[in-house]
Nanobody, 116 residues
Framework: QVQFVESGGGLVQPGGSLRLSCAASGFTFSNYYMTWYRQAPGKERELVAGISSGGGQTNYVDSVKGRFTISRDNAKNTVYLQMNSLKPEDTAVYYC?????????WGQGTQVTVSS
């Protein structure tokens, strides 16, 4: 059974930092491309950052480049998103996603709120 445990979200002031974690089980994590998405109220879900199965390749949406870093630990079946210099427009529910061939799995989401 595929399961995700997402953690690390919360309320933070502008300019602050958070680290999201997504611990996965029920599939061969090291085979999967992992991605963080986010969805703000009234907006479509958007890709934030992705990382290849071995961790050697990453990509980011332009709005987070230089502020966010995606990483993974295949020994712990976990993907991370380090978020620095947070802005109010980063407020959203953040979801982890695992994709390999036809398999596509989603986490339950964790709320990130950036506000003073």
């Amino acid at each position: 059974q595929v399961q995700f445990v997402e953690s690390g979200g919360g309320l933070v002031q502008p300019g602050g930092s958070l680290r999201l974690s997504c611990a996965a089980s029920g599939f061969t994590f090291s085979n999967y491309y992992m991605t963080w998405y986010r969805q703000a109220p009234g907006k479509e879900r958007e890709l934030v950052a992705g990382i290849s199965s071995g961790g050697g390749q990453t990509n980011y949406v332009d709005s987070v480049k230089g502020r966010f870093t995606i990483s993974r630990d295949n020994a712990k079946n976990t993907v991370y998103l380090q978020m620095n210099s947070l802005k109010p427009e980063d407020t959203a529910v953040y979801y982890c996603n695992a994709q390999f061939i036809r398999n596509n799995y989603w986490g339950q989401g964790t709320q990130v709120t950036v506000s003073s």
